[in-house]
Protein backbone atom coordinates (compact mmCIF):
# COMPACT_ATOMS: atom_id res chain seq x y z
CA UNK A 1 0.00 0.00 0.00
CA UNK A 2 1.47 3.20 -1.12
CA UNK A 3 0.81 6.48 1.15
CA UNK A 4 0.43 9.34 -1.12
CA UNK A 5 0.95 12.55 1.17
CA UNK A 6 -2.07 15.43 1.15
CA UNK A 7 -1.84 17.31 -1.87
CA UNK A 8 -3.94 19.80 -0.35
CA UNK A 9 -2.68 21.24 3.40
CA UNK A 10 -3.83 20.31 6.21
CA UNK A 11 -4.84 23.13 8.77
CA UNK A 12 -6.95 21.21 11.52
CA UNK A 13 -6.92 18.27 13.48
CA UNK A 14 -8.94 15.07 12.04
CA UNK A 15 -12.03 14.94 14.07
CA UNK A 16 -13.47 11.16 14.89
CA UNK A 17 -15.46 9.33 11.94
CA UNK A 18 -18.08 8.37 14.37
CA UNK A 19 -19.24 11.18 15.39
CA UNK A 20 -23.02 12.70 14.89
CA UNK A 21 -22.53 15.90 14.18
CA UNK A 22 -19.74 17.54 13.17
CA UNK A 23 -18.54 20.24 14.64
CA UNK A 24 -19.57 23.91 13.44
CA UNK A 25 -22.46 22.05 11.32
CA UNK A 26 -24.80 24.99 10.69
CA UNK A 27 -28.21 24.17 11.96
CA UNK A 28 -31.37 26.48 11.96
CA UNK A 29 -33.73 25.68 14.94
CA UNK A 30 -37.34 25.22 14.08
CA UNK A 31 -38.60 28.02 12.01
CA UNK A 32 -35.17 29.93 12.58
CA UNK A 33 -33.62 31.66 9.59
CA UNK A 34 -30.24 32.03 8.96
CA UNK A 35 -27.48 34.28 6.50
CA UNK A 36 -30.48 36.00 5.10
CA UNK A 37 -29.27 37.34 1.75
CA UNK A 38 -31.65 39.43 -0.19
CA UNK A 39 -35.51 40.09 0.97
CA UNK A 40 -38.00 40.81 -1.88
CA UNK A 41 -40.52 43.63 -1.56
CA UNK A 42 -42.63 42.23 1.20
CA UNK A 43 -41.85 39.18 0.05
CA UNK A 44 -39.96 36.04 2.36
CA UNK A 45 -36.06 36.23 3.41
CA UNK A 46 -33.76 33.95 1.86
CA UNK A 47 -33.44 31.25 3.82
CA UNK A 48 -31.81 27.92 4.17
CA UNK A 49 -34.01 25.97 6.69
CA UNK A 50 -37.69 26.35 6.82
CA UNK A 51 -40.50 24.00 9.09
CA UNK A 52 -44.16 24.00 8.10
CA UNK A 53 -47.33 22.60 7.18
CA UNK A 54 -49.08 22.40 3.83
CA UNK A 55 -46.39 22.09 1.35
CA UNK A 56 -42.68 22.91 1.21
CA UNK A 57 -39.83 23.80 -1.29
CA UNK A 58 -36.05 24.49 -1.43
CA UNK A 59 -34.41 25.58 -4.45
CA UNK A 60 -30.83 27.59 -4.83
CA UNK A 61 -33.09 30.50 -5.55
CA UNK A 62 -35.53 33.18 -3.71
CA UNK A 63 -37.47 33.74 -6.51
CA UNK A 64 -37.77 30.62 -7.65
CA UNK A 65 -39.09 28.75 -4.54
CA UNK A 66 -41.26 31.74 -4.35
CA UNK A 67 -42.26 30.89 -7.16
CA UNK A 68 -42.97 27.01 -6.61
CA UNK A 69 -44.68 28.16 -3.37
CA UNK A 70 -46.96 30.33 -4.78
CA UNK A 71 -48.16 27.61 -7.25
CA UNK A 72 -49.08 25.57 -4.02
CA UNK A 73 -50.53 28.45 -2.36
CA UNK A 74 -53.11 28.96 -5.60
CA UNK A 75 -53.84 25.18 -5.05
CA UNK A 76 -51.27 23.33 -7.23
CA UNK A 77 -49.61 20.15 -6.16
CA UNK A 78 -45.82 19.28 -6.00
CA UNK A 79 -45.58 18.58 -10.14
CA UNK A 80 -47.14 22.16 -10.69
CA UNK A 81 -44.93 23.57 -8.24
CA UNK A 82 -41.82 21.71 -10.01
CA UNK A 83 -42.59 22.41 -13.45
CA UNK A 84 -43.15 26.81 -12.19
CA UNK A 85 -40.00 26.17 -10.11
CA UNK A 86 -37.65 24.69 -12.88
CA UNK A 87 -39.24 27.36 -15.41
CA UNK A 88 -38.40 29.93 -12.95
CA UNK A 89 -35.05 28.76 -11.92
CA UNK A 90 -34.38 29.25 -16.44
CA UNK A 91 -34.99 32.92 -15.39
CA UNK A 92 -32.65 33.42 -12.47
CA UNK A 93 -30.37 30.44 -13.01
CA UNK A 94 -30.17 30.33 -16.74
CA UNK A 95 -26.46 29.48 -16.78
CA UNK A 96 -27.10 26.16 -15.26
CA UNK A 97 -30.91 25.92 -16.32
CA UNK A 98 -33.90 26.60 -19.10
CA UNK A 99 -36.28 25.14 -21.54
CA UNK A 100 -33.94 24.77 -24.00
CA UNK A 101 -32.07 21.94 -21.87
CA UNK A 102 -33.25 18.92 -19.74
CA UNK A 103 -33.35 17.11 -16.72
CA UNK A 104 -34.73 14.02 -14.88
CA UNK A 105 -37.58 14.31 -12.42
CA UNK A 106 -37.94 11.56 -9.35
CA UNK A 107 -42.59 11.77 -8.25
CA UNK A 108 -44.00 9.83 -5.57
CA UNK A 109 -47.60 10.37 -5.99
CA UNK A 110 -49.61 9.98 -3.14
CA UNK A 111 -52.72 8.63 -5.08
CA UNK A 112 -50.96 5.85 -6.40
CA UNK A 113 -48.94 5.41 -3.41
CA UNK A 114 -45.92 4.79 -6.26
CA UNK A 115 -42.55 6.73 -7.03
CA UNK A 116 -41.95 7.19 -11.04
CA UNK A 117 -39.61 9.27 -12.85
CA UNK A 118 -40.02 11.38 -15.76
CA UNK A 119 -36.73 11.54 -18.54
CA UNK A 120 -36.31 14.40 -20.55
CA UNK A 121 -33.01 14.59 -20.96
CA UNK A 122 -31.66 15.62 -24.62
CA UNK A 123 -30.87 13.30 -27.35
CA UNK A 124 -28.13 12.99 -30.07
CA UNK A 125 -29.27 14.38 -33.29
CA UNK A 126 -30.27 11.33 -35.73
CA UNK A 127 -26.72 12.33 -38.14
CA UNK A 128 -24.66 12.38 -34.87
CA UNK A 129 -22.47 9.40 -34.67
CA UNK A 130 -20.03 7.13 -32.90
CA UNK A 131 -16.97 9.53 -34.15
CA UNK A 132 -18.59 13.52 -34.12
CA UNK A 133 -16.72 14.10 -31.37
CA UNK A 134 -13.58 13.25 -32.88
CA UNK A 135 -11.38 14.97 -35.37
CA UNK A 136 -8.40 13.00 -36.93
CA UNK A 137 -9.03 9.60 -34.58
CA UNK A 138 -8.66 11.75 -31.34
CA UNK A 139 -10.83 13.67 -29.13
CA UNK A 140 -12.30 17.13 -29.65
CA UNK A 141 -10.73 19.61 -27.24
CA UNK A 142 -13.22 19.41 -24.38
CA UNK A 143 -13.43 23.67 -24.32
CA UNK A 144 -13.89 23.71 -28.18
CA UNK A 145 -17.12 21.51 -27.58
CA UNK A 146 -18.26 23.02 -24.99
CA UNK A 147 -18.96 26.17 -27.24
CA UNK A 148 -20.15 24.69 -30.21
CA UNK A 149 -23.33 24.08 -31.86
CA UNK A 150 -22.06 20.44 -32.00
CA UNK A 151 -22.65 19.79 -28.83
CA UNK A 152 -26.65 21.14 -28.43
CA UNK A 153 -28.23 18.39 -27.45
CA UNK A 154 -32.30 17.87 -28.31
CA UNK A 155 -33.62 20.00 -25.68
CA UNK A 156 -36.19 17.98 -23.48
CA UNK A 157 -37.17 20.15 -20.82
CA UNK A 158 -40.64 21.53 -22.63
CA UNK A 159 -41.79 18.11 -23.63
CA UNK A 160 -40.90 16.83 -19.74
CA UNK A 161 -42.64 19.75 -18.26
CA UNK A 162 -45.79 18.79 -20.64
CA UNK A 163 -45.62 14.95 -20.30
CA UNK A 164 -45.64 15.78 -16.17
CA UNK A 165 -48.23 18.27 -16.39
CA UNK A 166 -50.50 15.85 -18.71
CA UNK A 167 -49.84 12.56 -16.04
CA UNK A 168 -49.16 14.48 -12.48
CA UNK A 169 -50.43 17.94 -12.72
CA UNK A 170 -53.27 19.96 -12.20
CA UNK A 171 -52.45 23.49 -14.24
CA UNK A 172 -51.66 24.04 -17.73
CA UNK A 173 -48.50 24.72 -19.14
CA UNK A 174 -49.60 28.41 -19.42
CA UNK A 175 -50.11 28.76 -16.02
CA UNK A 176 -47.20 26.96 -14.97
CA UNK A 177 -44.73 29.00 -16.74
CA UNK A 178 -46.67 32.45 -15.83
CA UNK A 179 -44.39 33.26 -12.50
CA UNK A 180 -41.92 32.51 -14.72
CA UNK A 181 -42.46 34.83 -17.76
CA UNK A 182 -42.86 37.43 -14.66
CA UNK A 183 -39.81 36.90 -13.05
CA UNK A 184 -37.87 37.71 -16.68
CA UNK A 185 -40.34 40.56 -17.37
CA UNK A 186 -39.71 42.19 -14.36
CA UNK A 187 -36.09 41.04 -13.21
CA UNK A 188 -34.25 39.59 -10.25
CA UNK A 189 -31.44 41.31 -8.06
CA UNK A 190 -28.15 39.89 -9.46
CA UNK A 191 -26.23 38.56 -6.47
CA UNK A 192 -22.91 37.21 -6.55
CA UNK A 193 -23.48 33.90 -7.88
CA UNK A 194 -24.98 35.13 -10.91
CA UNK A 195 -22.30 37.96 -11.46
CA UNK A 196 -19.36 35.64 -10.83
CA UNK A 197 -21.01 32.93 -12.93
CA UNK A 198 -21.26 35.54 -16.07
CA UNK A 199 -18.15 36.59 -15.47
CA UNK A 200 -16.70 33.22 -15.79
CA UNK A 201 -18.40 33.06 -18.83
CA UNK A 202 -17.40 36.90 -20.44
CA UNK A 203 -15.27 35.72 -23.25
CA UNK A 204 -17.21 33.31 -24.87
CA UNK A 205 -20.51 35.29 -23.96
CA UNK A 206 -18.93 38.14 -25.88
CA UNK A 207 -18.02 35.88 -28.98
CA UNK A 208 -22.20 35.80 -29.94
CA UNK A 209 -24.06 38.72 -30.69
CA UNK A 210 -27.40 37.69 -29.17
CA UNK A 211 -25.46 36.32 -25.65
CA UNK A 212 -22.93 39.77 -25.47
CA UNK A 213 -26.39 41.71 -26.21
CA UNK A 214 -28.19 39.91 -23.13
CA UNK A 215 -25.61 38.65 -20.77
CA UNK A 216 -22.97 41.78 -20.95
CA UNK A 217 -25.47 44.97 -21.34
CA UNK A 218 -22.79 47.76 -21.85
CA UNK A 219 -19.67 45.02 -22.27
CA UNK A 220 -19.70 44.01 -18.96
CA UNK A 221 -21.52 41.34 -16.58
CA UNK A 222 -24.50 43.15 -15.03
CA UNK A 223 -22.85 44.65 -11.54
CA UNK A 224 -24.36 43.05 -7.82
CA UNK A 225 -27.45 44.42 -7.13
CA UNK A 226 -29.11 45.85 -10.57
CA UNK A 227 -32.02 44.11 -11.61
CA UNK A 228 -32.01 41.91 -14.38
CA UNK A 229 -34.61 41.58 -16.83
CA UNK A 230 -34.80 39.00 -20.00
CA UNK A 231 -38.14 40.37 -21.98
CA UNK A 232 -37.29 38.17 -24.89
CA UNK A 233 -37.37 35.15 -22.53
CA UNK A 234 -40.37 36.86 -20.83
CA UNK A 235 -42.07 36.78 -24.34
CA UNK A 236 -40.93 33.25 -25.32
CA UNK A 237 -42.29 31.55 -22.18
CA UNK A 238 -45.71 33.11 -22.98
CA UNK A 239 -45.90 32.52 -26.52
CA UNK A 240 -44.79 28.84 -25.44
CA UNK A 241 -47.71 28.84 -22.83
CA UNK A 242 -50.10 29.61 -25.56
CA UNK A 243 -49.44 27.74 -28.59
CA UNK A 244 -47.69 24.67 -26.07
CA UNK A 245 -44.79 22.45 -26.92
CA UNK A 246 -45.77 21.85 -30.41
CA UNK A 247 -44.32 25.30 -30.84
CA UNK A 248 -40.52 23.91 -30.36
CA UNK A 249 -40.87 20.55 -31.34
CA UNK A 250 -42.85 21.19 -34.38
CA UNK A 251 -42.86 25.31 -35.00
CA UNK A 252 -41.27 28.00 -35.30
CA UNK A 253 -39.64 28.20 -32.17
CA UNK A 254 -38.09 24.63 -33.05
CA UNK A 255 -36.80 26.26 -36.71
CA UNK A 256 -35.26 29.02 -35.07
CA UNK A 257 -33.24 26.76 -32.07
CA UNK A 258 -32.32 24.97 -35.21
CA UNK A 259 -31.10 27.59 -37.10
CA UNK A 260 -28.71 28.94 -34.25
CA UNK A 261 -27.05 25.42 -33.73
CA UNK A 262 -26.19 25.31 -37.05
CA UNK A 263 -25.47 28.90 -37.95
CA UNK A 264 -24.31 30.35 -34.10
CA UNK A 265 -24.25 34.35 -34.72
CA UNK A 266 -20.61 34.45 -34.41
CA UNK A 267 -19.64 38.39 -33.51
CA UNK A 268 -17.35 39.61 -36.61
CA UNK A 269 -13.92 39.40 -36.85
CA UNK A 270 -14.36 36.96 -33.54
CA UNK A 271 -11.44 34.18 -34.31
CA UNK A 272 -13.01 31.62 -32.17
CA UNK A 273 -13.52 28.19 -33.89
CA UNK A 274 -17.02 27.50 -33.57
CA UNK A 275 -18.49 23.95 -34.66
CA UNK A 276 -21.68 24.16 -36.14
CA UNK A 277 -24.73 21.37 -34.89
CA UNK A 278 -25.58 18.53 -36.82
CA UNK A 279 -29.41 18.64 -35.50
CA UNK A 280 -32.36 18.99 -37.74
CA UNK A 281 -36.24 19.69 -36.92
CA UNK A 282 -36.81 15.99 -37.60
CA UNK A 283 -34.70 15.53 -34.47
CA UNK A 284 -37.33 18.02 -32.75
CA UNK A 285 -40.24 16.36 -33.86
CA UNK A 286 -38.82 13.07 -33.11
CA UNK A 287 -38.63 14.06 -29.52
CA UNK A 288 -40.28 12.51 -26.90
CA UNK A 289 -40.05 12.75 -23.56
CA UNK A 290 -40.30 9.30 -21.28
CA UNK A 291 -42.22 8.12 -18.46
CA UNK A 292 -40.00 5.36 -16.67
CA UNK A 293 -39.61 2.88 -13.74
CA UNK A 294 -37.31 4.56 -11.28
CA UNK A 295 -33.99 2.77 -9.73
CA UNK A 296 -34.33 1.25 -6.33
CA UNK A 297 -32.54 -0.12 -3.67
CA UNK A 298 -34.01 -0.96 0.04
CA UNK A 299 -31.25 0.03 2.36
CA UNK A 300 -31.29 -0.25 6.42
CA UNK A 301 -35.36 -0.95 5.75
CA UNK A 302 -35.31 2.14 3.54
CA UNK A 303 -36.51 2.18 -0.04
CA UNK A 304 -34.02 4.47 -2.28
CA UNK A 305 -35.81 5.61 -5.37
CA UNK A 306 -32.92 7.30 -7.92
CA UNK A 307 -33.11 8.05 -11.36
CA UNK A 308 -32.34 4.94 -14.18
CA UNK A 309 -30.67 4.66 -17.19
CA UNK A 310 -29.81 7.05 -18.97
CA UNK A 311 -28.63 8.57 -15.51
CA UNK A 312 -25.99 6.95 -13.83
CA UNK A 313 -27.67 8.67 -10.69
CA UNK A 314 -29.83 5.82 -9.47
CA UNK A 315 -27.49 3.27 -10.03
CA UNK A 316 -24.43 4.64 -8.69
CA UNK A 317 -26.40 6.36 -5.28
CA UNK A 318 -28.25 2.76 -5.26
CA UNK A 319 -25.20 0.34 -5.83
CA UNK A 320 -22.94 2.13 -3.23
CA UNK A 321 -25.30 2.09 -0.71
CA UNK A 322 -26.20 -1.47 -0.92
CA UNK A 323 -22.17 -1.81 -0.71
CA UNK A 324 -22.16 0.24 2.36
CA UNK A 325 -24.85 -1.91 3.69
CA UNK A 326 -23.01 -4.92 3.70
CA UNK A 327 -19.96 -3.93 5.74
CA UNK A 328 -19.78 -4.02 9.14
CA UNK A 329 -19.46 -0.99 9.88
CA UNK A 330 -20.09 2.34 8.21
CA UNK A 331 -17.17 5.76 8.26
CA UNK A 332 -15.63 8.14 5.96
CA UNK A 333 -13.12 5.32 4.45
CA UNK A 334 -16.09 3.12 3.94
CA UNK A 335 -17.81 5.87 1.96
CA UNK A 336 -14.94 7.03 -0.52
CA UNK A 337 -14.16 3.39 -0.80
CA UNK A 338 -17.86 2.23 -1.97
CA UNK A 339 -18.39 5.46 -4.16
CA UNK A 340 -14.94 4.65 -5.73
CA UNK A 341 -15.89 1.08 -6.75
CA UNK A 342 -19.69 2.42 -7.39
CA UNK A 343 -17.97 4.28 -10.00
CA UNK A 344 -15.52 1.26 -11.63
CA UNK A 345 -18.88 -0.19 -12.47
CA UNK A 346 -21.02 3.30 -14.02
CA UNK A 347 -17.87 3.68 -15.85
CA UNK A 348 -17.88 0.56 -17.67
CA UNK A 349 -21.52 -0.57 -17.59
CA UNK A 350 -24.07 2.77 -17.72
CA UNK A 351 -25.03 4.49 -20.64
CA UNK A 352 -28.37 4.54 -22.06
CA UNK A 353 -30.32 1.52 -22.01
CA UNK A 354 -32.42 2.29 -25.32
CA UNK A 355 -28.80 1.73 -27.01
CA UNK A 356 -27.10 -0.41 -24.48
CA UNK A 357 -27.26 -3.53 -22.49
CA UNK A 358 -27.19 -2.02 -18.60
CA UNK A 359 -26.94 -4.66 -15.87
CA UNK A 360 -29.57 -2.43 -14.26
CA UNK A 361 -31.25 -5.32 -12.15
CA UNK A 362 -27.74 -6.74 -10.77
CA UNK A 363 -25.68 -3.35 -10.36
CA UNK A 364 -28.61 -3.10 -7.86
CA UNK A 365 -28.26 -6.28 -6.14
CA UNK A 366 -27.36 -7.89 -2.64
CA UNK A 367 -25.25 -10.43 -4.22
CA UNK A 368 -23.58 -8.30 -6.40
CA UNK A 369 -22.78 -5.46 -3.47
CA UNK A 370 -21.57 -8.34 -1.06
CA UNK A 371 -18.89 -9.11 -3.61
CA UNK A 372 -17.83 -5.49 -4.01
CA UNK A 373 -18.06 -5.00 -0.33
CA UNK A 374 -15.28 -7.72 0.25
CA UNK A 375 -13.13 -5.61 -1.69
CA UNK A 376 -13.16 -2.99 0.80
CA UNK A 377 -10.59 -3.16 3.66
CA UNK A 378 -9.00 -1.17 6.47
CA UNK A 379 -6.78 0.62 3.82
CA UNK A 380 -8.10 3.03 0.10
CA UNK A 381 -7.66 -0.02 -2.59
CA UNK A 382 -5.42 0.67 -5.26
CA UNK A 383 -6.21 2.91 -8.20
CA UNK A 384 -7.82 2.77 -10.47
CA UNK A 385 -10.32 0.16 -8.98
CA UNK A 386 -11.08 -1.86 -11.45
CA UNK A 387 -15.13 -2.87 -12.41
CA UNK A 388 -17.02 -5.97 -10.81
CA UNK A 389 -18.62 -8.39 -12.71
CA UNK A 390 -22.77 -7.81 -12.17
CA UNK A 391 -23.48 -11.04 -13.87
CA UNK A 392 -25.71 -13.06 -11.37
CA UNK A 393 -23.27 -15.20 -10.47
CA UNK A 394 -21.64 -14.19 -6.68
CA UNK A 395 -19.20 -16.06 -4.84
CA UNK A 396 -19.09 -13.84 -1.80
CA UNK A 397 -15.48 -12.61 -1.01
CA UNK A 398 -13.62 -15.26 -2.86
CA UNK A 399 -13.95 -13.32 -5.68
CA UNK A 400 -10.67 -11.71 -7.51
CA UNK A 401 -11.87 -8.74 -8.82
CA UNK A 402 -11.80 -8.47 -13.15
CA UNK A 403 -9.73 -6.97 -15.88
CA UNK A 404 -11.42 -4.25 -16.89
CA UNK A 405 -10.05 -1.11 -15.89
CA UNK A 406 -13.20 2.02 -16.69
CA UNK A 407 -12.92 4.04 -19.12
CA UNK A 408 -12.10 7.38 -17.33
CA UNK A 409 -14.41 10.28 -17.91
CA UNK A 410 -12.14 12.43 -20.06
CA UNK A 411 -8.88 13.58 -18.37
CA UNK A 412 -9.80 17.43 -19.21
CA UNK A 413 -13.37 17.19 -18.36
CA UNK A 414 -13.85 19.55 -15.58
CA UNK A 415 -16.63 18.61 -12.65
CA UNK A 416 -18.04 22.03 -12.47
CA UNK A 417 -21.33 23.24 -10.53
CA UNK A 418 -23.55 23.13 -13.33
CA UNK A 419 -26.71 22.31 -13.12
CA UNK A 420 -29.44 22.95 -10.74
CA UNK A 421 -32.10 21.06 -8.14
CA UNK A 422 -35.27 21.67 -6.59
CA UNK A 423 -37.21 19.97 -4.49
CA UNK A 424 -41.22 20.67 -3.55
CA UNK A 425 -44.22 18.48 -1.38
CA UNK A 426 -47.57 19.58 -1.16
CA UNK A 427 -50.37 19.18 1.10
CA UNK A 428 -51.43 15.61 -0.43
CA UNK A 429 -48.27 14.05 0.21
CA UNK A 430 -46.84 14.33 -3.53
CA UNK A 431 -43.06 14.89 -3.90
CA UNK A 432 -40.89 15.97 -6.30
CA UNK A 433 -37.17 15.74 -6.86
CA UNK A 434 -35.96 17.41 -9.65
CA UNK A 435 -32.74 17.88 -11.53
CA UNK A 436 -32.55 20.21 -14.21
CA UNK A 437 -29.55 21.35 -16.50
CA UNK A 438 -28.00 22.96 -19.67
CA UNK A 439 -24.82 21.21 -18.76
CA UNK A 440 -21.92 23.12 -18.41
CA UNK A 441 -22.55 26.53 -16.57
CA UNK A 442 -23.32 28.63 -19.08
CA UNK A 443 -24.50 25.90 -21.64
CA UNK A 444 -23.36 26.16 -25.29
CA UNK A 445 -22.74 29.61 -24.21
CA UNK A 446 -24.94 30.45 -27.51
CA UNK A 447 -28.18 32.52 -27.07
CA UNK A 448 -31.24 32.19 -29.49
CA UNK A 449 -31.22 35.70 -31.03
CA UNK A 450 -34.76 37.20 -29.90
CA UNK A 451 -35.63 34.59 -27.50
CA UNK A 452 -33.32 34.81 -24.40
CA UNK A 453 -32.97 31.00 -24.32
CA UNK A 454 -29.19 29.67 -23.67
CA UNK A 455 -28.95 26.49 -25.77
CA UNK A 456 -27.34 23.18 -23.85
CA UNK A 457 -24.25 21.73 -24.55
CA UNK A 458 -25.56 18.31 -23.23
CA UNK A 459 -23.42 16.11 -25.75
CA UNK A 460 -20.39 16.83 -23.80
CA UNK A 461 -21.96 14.24 -21.75
CA UNK A 462 -20.96 11.44 -23.97
CA UNK A 463 -17.78 9.86 -24.07
CA UNK A 464 -15.42 11.85 -27.25
CA UNK A 465 -13.47 8.28 -27.67
CA UNK A 466 -11.65 6.64 -29.29
CA UNK A 467 -13.13 4.39 -26.44
CA UNK A 468 -14.47 0.74 -27.97
CA UNK A 469 -16.76 -0.96 -26.14
CA UNK A 470 -17.85 2.56 -23.99
CA UNK A 471 -21.47 2.36 -23.08
CA UNK A 472 -21.48 5.98 -23.48
CA UNK A 473 -20.29 6.60 -27.08
CA UNK A 474 -22.64 8.50 -29.29
CA UNK A 475 -25.03 7.33 -31.24
CA UNK A 476 -28.06 8.62 -33.24
CA UNK A 477 -31.07 9.50 -30.71
CA UNK A 478 -29.07 8.59 -27.88
CA UNK A 479 -29.29 10.17 -25.00
CA UNK A 480 -25.42 11.19 -23.39
CA UNK A 481 -25.07 9.53 -19.58
CA UNK A 482 -26.12 11.58 -16.81
CA UNK A 483 -25.10 11.97 -13.34
CA UNK A 484 -28.38 13.68 -12.09
CA UNK A 485 -29.80 11.95 -8.86
CA UNK A 486 -33.16 13.44 -7.81
CA UNK A 487 -34.01 11.03 -5.07
CA UNK A 488 -36.57 10.01 -2.90
CA UNK A 489 -36.53 8.28 0.02
CA UNK A 490 -39.95 6.19 1.22
CA UNK A 491 -40.06 4.37 5.03
CA UNK A 492 -42.60 2.02 5.27
CA UNK A 493 -43.68 3.21 1.94
CA UNK A 494 -44.24 6.65 2.59
CA UNK A 495 -41.84 9.72 1.99
CA UNK A 496 -39.29 10.19 4.32
CA UNK A 497 -37.01 12.41 2.28
CA UNK A 498 -35.89 14.31 -0.78
CA UNK A 499 -32.80 15.11 -1.71
CA UNK A 500 -30.43 16.09 -5.19
CA UNK A 501 -27.73 18.50 -6.38
CA UNK A 502 -25.93 19.95 -9.03
CA UNK A 503 -22.34 19.36 -10.26
CA UNK A 504 -21.56 17.04 -13.15
CA UNK A 505 -20.26 13.60 -11.62
CA UNK A 506 -19.88 14.86 -8.17
CA UNK A 507 -23.87 15.19 -8.23
CA UNK A 508 -23.30 11.83 -6.97
CA UNK A 509 -21.03 11.92 -4.54
CA UNK A 510 -22.87 15.00 -2.87
CA UNK A 511 -26.38 13.05 -2.77
CA UNK A 512 -24.39 9.99 -1.24
CA UNK A 513 -22.55 11.58 1.34
CA UNK A 514 -25.54 13.72 2.36
CA UNK A 515 -27.77 9.64 2.63
CA UNK A 516 -24.78 8.35 4.65
CA UNK A 517 -24.45 11.83 7.08
CA UNK A 518 -28.11 11.58 8.01
CA UNK A 519 -28.94 7.66 7.58
CA UNK A 520 -25.45 6.54 9.17
CA UNK A 521 -23.98 9.32 11.04
CA UNK A 522 -27.05 10.55 12.43
CA UNK A 523 -27.05 13.70 11.52
CA UNK A 524 -29.67 16.30 10.69
CA UNK A 525 -30.37 16.69 7.76
CA UNK A 526 -29.71 20.90 7.90
CA UNK A 527 -26.32 19.43 8.85
CA UNK A 528 -25.91 16.63 6.51
CA UNK A 529 -26.26 19.59 3.56
CA UNK A 530 -23.54 21.52 5.25
CA UNK A 531 -20.90 19.34 6.08
CA UNK A 532 -18.05 19.50 4.10
CA UNK A 533 -17.70 16.96 1.30
CA UNK A 534 -15.45 14.64 -0.70
CA UNK A 535 -16.16 13.38 -4.55
CA UNK A 536 -14.31 9.80 -5.00
CA UNK A 537 -15.32 8.59 -8.30
CA UNK A 538 -12.41 5.91 -8.80
CA UNK A 539 -10.15 8.92 -9.38
CA UNK A 540 -6.57 8.81 -7.75
CA UNK A 541 -7.05 11.98 -5.24
CA UNK A 542 -10.30 12.44 -3.76
CA UNK A 543 -11.79 16.02 -4.68
CA UNK A 544 -12.17 17.80 -1.05
CA UNK A 545 -13.51 20.63 0.32
CA UNK A 546 -10.98 22.36 2.52
CA UNK A 547 -13.24 21.84 5.49
CA UNK A 548 -13.38 18.01 4.77
CA UNK A 549 -9.60 17.74 4.76
CA UNK A 550 -9.50 20.03 7.92
CA UNK A 551 -11.24 17.43 9.62
CA UNK A 552 -10.68 14.65 8.36
CA UNK A 553 -7.55 14.67 6.28
CA UNK A 554 -5.33 13.37 9.22
CA UNK A 555 -7.02 9.87 9.94
CA UNK A 556 -8.47 9.22 6.12
CA UNK A 557 -4.55 9.83 5.27
CA UNK A 558 -3.63 7.33 7.47
CA UNK A 559 -5.74 5.00 5.70
CA UNK A 560 -3.96 5.92 2.16
CA UNK A 561 -6.43 8.58 0.95
CA UNK A 562 -5.41 11.34 -0.88
CA UNK A 563 -6.74 14.83 -1.37
CA UNK A 564 -6.51 17.84 -3.81
CA UNK A 565 -9.02 20.97 -3.81
CA UNK A 566 -12.73 20.11 -5.00
CA UNK A 567 -12.40 22.12 -8.50
CA UNK A 568 -15.20 24.69 -8.21
CA UNK A 569 -16.07 27.41 -9.17
CA UNK A 570 -16.83 28.77 -6.16
CA UNK A 571 -13.42 27.70 -5.65
CA UNK A 572 -13.19 24.00 -3.20
CA UNK A 573 -17.07 23.83 -3.36
CA UNK A 574 -18.55 20.32 -4.34
CA UNK A 575 -21.93 20.67 -5.26
CA UNK A 576 -25.60 22.98 -3.69
CA UNK A 577 -28.03 20.70 -2.56
CA UNK A 578 -31.49 20.79 -2.26
CA UNK A 579 -33.90 18.48 0.43
CA UNK A 580 -36.53 17.57 2.36
CA UNK A 581 -37.59 15.83 4.97
CA UNK A 582 -41.09 14.64 6.40
CA UNK A 583 -40.47 15.25 10.33
CA UNK A 584 -43.99 13.25 11.53
CA UNK A 585 -47.63 14.55 12.10
CA UNK A 586 -47.81 16.35 8.69
CA UNK A 587 -44.61 18.89 9.43
CA UNK A 588 -41.97 19.06 6.45
CA UNK A 589 -38.64 20.68 6.70
CA UNK A 590 -37.49 21.97 3.51
CA UNK A 591 -33.10 22.63 3.53
CA UNK A 592 -31.15 24.52 1.00
CA UNK A 593 -27.40 25.33 1.16
CA UNK A 594 -26.18 27.83 4.17
CA UNK A 595 -23.70 29.02 2.21
CA UNK A 596 -22.47 27.40 -1.18
CA UNK A 597 -23.17 28.80 -4.04
CA UNK A 598 -24.53 31.73 -1.98
CA UNK A 599 -26.55 29.98 0.09
CA UNK A 600 -30.00 28.53 -0.90
CA UNK A 601 -33.88 29.49 -0.47
CA UNK A 602 -36.45 26.76 1.46
CA UNK A 603 -39.98 28.14 2.30
CA UNK A 604 -42.88 26.26 3.92
CA UNK A 605 -47.09 27.20 3.18
CA UNK A 606 -47.51 27.44 6.75
CA UNK A 607 -45.90 27.47 10.06
CA UNK A 608 -49.07 26.30 11.53
CA UNK A 609 -50.51 22.92 11.04
N1 LIG B 1 -24.97 17.50 -17.35
C1 LIG B 1 -24.90 16.99 -16.05
C2 LIG B 1 -25.39 15.60 -15.95
O1 LIG B 1 -26.28 15.24 -16.67
O2 LIG B 1 -24.91 14.84 -15.17
Not at 478 to 490: E, W
Request: hydrophobic fraction near 40%; charge should be neutral; glycine fraction near 12%.
Amino acid sequence: MIFRRLAVPLVGVAASLSLVVPPGSAQAAPGETQAVQSRQQGGPAKVPVAEGYGGAVATVDLDASKAALAILRQGGNAMDAAVAGAATLGVTEPYSAGLAGGGFLVYYDAKRRRVTSIDGREKAPQAMTETSLQENGAPIPFNDAVTSGLSVGVPGSVAQWELALRRYGTVSLKQALKPAAEVAEHGFTVDQTFYDQTVLNAARFADFTSTAALYLPNGAPPPVGSTFRNPDLAATYRELGRRGGDWLYKGRLGDEIVATVKAPPLKPGSTRVVRPGLMRTSDLRAYRALEREPAKVSYNGLEVYGMAPPSSGGSTVGEALNILEALPKVGLHEYLEASRLAFADRNVFVGDADYVDVPLEELLSDGFAKERACLIGDFAMPHPASAGSPDGSYTGCQFEGNSVTPTPDGPDKPEGPETTHLVVADRWGNVAAYNITIEQTGGSGIVVPGRGILLNNELTDFTFGPAPGDPNLPAPGKRPRSSMAPTIVLKDGRPLLAVGSPGGATIITTVLQILVNRFEFGMTLPAALAAPRASQRNIRDTQAEQAFVDRYGLELNAKGHTFVAAPGPPAGELGAATALEFLGRGKVQAVAEPTRRGGGSALVLSSRP
